[in-house]
């Protein structure tokens, strides 16, 4: 292990994304000085961007030494992505490893593409979407539920002495009998509600957050204690276990973001203006690269494939 590796934390799939979106920007436009000074701010905004950064450019390196070793030569662009489908290759073990480890030790855990329901021994049922870890303590004394990854939606056994706790990063969801959904996205916990009453907590936000849900409401809580809130049509709340993927002006990114548990592969959005745009849709979970490409053509975006597993999604 080299200094470097010792020195820098091991870049999350988001922050090593974030690295390759800065490279190809900085390859297109290598005199934009707004661009230059955007990069420098991030890269310098925290270690772990300064480690995804060094890999980052460890294997443009790696690429550029091709000629020397007798390769072929390629254009500029197509170094810059041939380095976004190494630097996902060289990632895959890292990020791997841990989300491996967190599923030996689960209580249960769902593949890409997987939906599969379980019975707790409470008679509650969970129904885990793709890619998702779930831990679990139920017993005479506690319900308790510790979403790892992923998303679930749960009907629960109504049982007033014995509240049903949902932990998912910072955020409790507390119901006594009710069907709701949680999801942990990129830009927070998510918690939609079916039938009866549910209430989301964050203690450790400033202020504090507690929001109490209806049939029909959801809710997003973001790290920082942000709280959106929206009315969605009940059918909306389980359209995934069904294979929909029901959009009602959400971010292009948010979007993206979930249809990649369905696509055995890496999705690379590397606009983040486009990432930003919203979208009000109905896309089909079972083909998710054709969800992907109908996404796309919607806003003018272009869809690349490195190769058959990974798609590098960019403005038009």
Same mark, same amino acid.
């Given at each position: 292990?080299? =200094? #470097?590796? +010792?020195r820098l934390p091991q870049p999350s799939?988001?922050?090593?994304?974030?690295?390759? =979106?800065? %490279?190809?920007?900085?390859?297109e436009k290598p005199h934009d000085p707004d661009l230059r000074a955007g990069?420098?701010?991030?890269?310098?905004? $925290?270690?772990?961007? @300064?480690? @995804?950064w060094a890999e980052t450019k460890q294997l443009v390196g790696l690429i550029a030494e091709? *000629?020397?070793?007798g %390769? *072929?030569?390629? *254009? +500029? +662009?197509?170094?810059? #992505?041939?380095?976004?489908? %190494? @630097?996902?290759? @060289?990632?895959?073990?890292?990020l791997l490893l841990p989300g491996l480890l967190q599923r030996w030790?689960?209580?249960?855990?769902?593949?890409?593409?997987?939906? +599969?329901? %379980?019975?707790?021994?409470?008679?509650?049922?969970?129904?885990l979407g793709p890619e998702s870890i779930l831990d679990v303590v139920c017993d005479d004394r506690q319900r308790l539920v510790r979403l790892r990854a992923g998303r679930a939606f749960f009907q629960v056994t109504p049982d007033a002495a014995h509240p049903f706790v949902v932990s998912a990063r910072q955020v409790d969801t507390v119901v006594t009998g009710t069907a709701f959904d949680v999801r942990l996205a990129e830009a927070g916990v998510e918690v939609g509600v079916q039938q009866g009453h549910?209430?989301?907590?964050?203690?450790?936000?400033?202020?504090?957050?507690?929001?109490?849900?209806?049939?029909?409401?959801?809710?997003?809580?973001?790290?920082?204690?942000?709280?959106?809130?929206?009315q969605k049509p009940l059918a909306a709340v389980t359209a995934w276990q069904q294979g929909q993927l029901v959009a009602i002006d959400r971010p292009v990114g948010d979007v993206i973001d979930e249809l990649r548990a369905y696509f055995d592969g890496r999705i690379v959005l590397l606009d983040s203006a486009l990432a930003a745009k919203r979208v009000t849709g109905v896309y089909d979970l079972r083909n998710p690269a054709a969800a992907l490409r109908a996404l796309?053509?919607?806003?003018? $975006?272009?869809?690349?494939?490195?190769?058959?597993?990974?798609l590098v999604v960019s403005g038009g």
């Open positions: 292990m080299s =200094n #470097l590796d +010792r799939d988001a922050v090593s994304r974030a690295a390759t =979106n800065w %490279l190809i920007a900085l390859q990069f420098e701010a991030w890269h310098g905004a $925290a270690p772990e961007h @300064a480690a @995804a091709a *000629p020397r070793m %390769l *072929p030569t390629v *254009p +500029r +662009r197509r170094i810059a #992505l041939a380095a976004v489908a %190494l @630097a996902l290759a @060289a990632s895959i073990a890292v030790t689960a209580d249960a855990a769902t593949a890409t593409a997987e939906v +599969r329901t %379980l019975t707790l021994p409470d008679g509650s049922t969970v129904t549910v209430r989301v907590e964050d203690k450790a936000a400033v202020p504090a957050v507690q929001e109490s849900l209806a049939a029909g409401d959801w809710v997003q809580v973001a790290a920082d204690g942000k709280v959106i809130r929206l796309a053509t919607a806003h003018g $975006a272009k869809i690349t494939a490195l190769t058959e597993w990974i």
